[in-house]
């Protein structure tokens, strides 16, 4: 070989790897820098709302991501009280008052997730 040959046109490899804040950029996992954020604490908050009905719905549980079926149950809403107090001022207080708790048409429908149990929302009539 000739020795009054030019150098090659690229340069030698470095002696180390890049460190983490060359490689990847900030501060080093080691670093007594703790960043303080304003996250809020706790669960998520649900901005997502599933419009349910007086039947059970097929949907994804926003809670254990499930795909489910939601569990139904009747409660009496404002609609069977509202009746009862119809039915007790026209003068039938003798039981007859409740019949608009047993009629299905009077009743809130509120559903549930049958895996996780969360409370996903209600019907109301």
Known sequence: MNKDAAPPPYSPPPSAPPSYAQAVGG????????????????????????PVG??????????????????????????AYIAATLICLMGCAFGCCLIPCCIDNCMDV????????????????
Do not use: Q, W
């Open 110 to 125: 509120h559903h549930t997730c049958p895996n996780c149990k969360a409370y996903l929302g209600k019907y109301r009539r």
């Open 27 to 50: 501060v080093p996992p080691t670093s007594p820098y703790i960043p303080h954020h304003n996250f809020m604490k706790g669960p998520p908050i649900l901005t997502t709302v599933v």
């Open 54 to 79: 007086p039947e059970p719905t097929h949907m994804i549980c926003p809670h254990c991501h499930a795909e489910i079926d939601t569990t139904t149950y009747t409660r009496p809403g404002n609609i």
